[in-house]
């Protein structure tokens, strides 16, 4: 998925719609395909909206607890 050029444009798609139409300033990633994309997403929110957009990425957390067990 890191390299699919269009990943970057249907994650600002979504996310652009969910902002406009239903108020949304906080996303959480919860797919492995998302891993370290987070930060790349709330920089052009933040750019296009000109205010903070949080995205969290909860994968990397999860795969943390799972490899202690």
């Given at each position: 998925?890191?390299?699919d050029s269009m990943l970057l ?7 652009s719609f969910e902002i406009e ?27 296009k909206y000109n205010k903070t ?17």
């Amino acid at each position: 998925i890191k390299t699919d050029s269009m990943l970057l444009d249907k994650m600002l798609k979504v996310a652009s719609f969910e902002i406009e139409n239903n108020n949304v300033d906080t996303f959480v990633l919860g797919c492995g395909c998302f891993i370290g994309r987070s930060h790349e997403l709330e920089k052009h929110l933040r750019i296009k909206y000109n205010k903070t957009i949080k995205v969290l990425d909860l994968v990397g957390v999860t795969l943390a607890v799972a490899a202690t067990l």
